[in-house]
């Protein structure tokens, strides 16, 4: 799939995020290494703590169906009727990433429009001195 592809999917699943509190829209389009994506939302939650962002989403999908190999992702978010930013992963999604994929090979696609533009970068630029599975050995 080519990356632009990938982003547009992400542009898509945005919308079905369940924003009521911050009205920010988020979603996140996930690809596995042989080449099936899963889809994530931003879901919210009166109580706050409880809410889970969109990259959280499509892992928690992939991998309670077996998936354990993943080569990027792509994430869009931007509030409601507002201009498209980017909106990189939270600290807590890059760590959840770095739990599955290699952080020198996985492409994190941060989204910057509605046509499907994006900057790309690696998990490593985005957590660096990360601490992984390999850390407990």
């Keep these: ?3 632009n592809n990938l982003a547009l999917e992400a542009v898509k699943a945005r919308e079905a995020a369940y924003v009521p509190y911050s009205n920010f829209m988020v979603g996140a389009a996930l690809l596995t ?7 994530g939302c931003n ?3 009166a109580a706050y703590s409880p809410t889970i962002c969109a990259e959280r989403t499509a892992f928690t999908k992939a991998v309670s169906e077996g998936e354990r190999e993943f080569s ?3 994430v869009a978010g931007w509030a409601k009727n507002a201009k498209p930013a980017q909106a990189f992963p ?5 760590q959840v990433m770095r739990e599955f994929c290699n952080p020198n090979e996985f492409k994190v696609l941060v989204v910057t ?25």
Aim: aromatic share 10%.
């Design 72 to 74: 990027a992702i792509a």
């Design 43 to 45: 879901i919210e939650n």
């Design 113 to 137: 429009n509605e046509n499907g533009d994006y900057t790309e970068h690696t998990l490593e630029e985005l957590l660096p001195y990360s601490f992984g599975p390999e850390s407990l050995m």
């Design 90 to 94: 939270c600290g807590v999604c890059r």
């Design 1 to 3: 799939m080519k990356n």
């Design 33 to 39: 290494k042989d080449g099936k994506i899963f889809y």
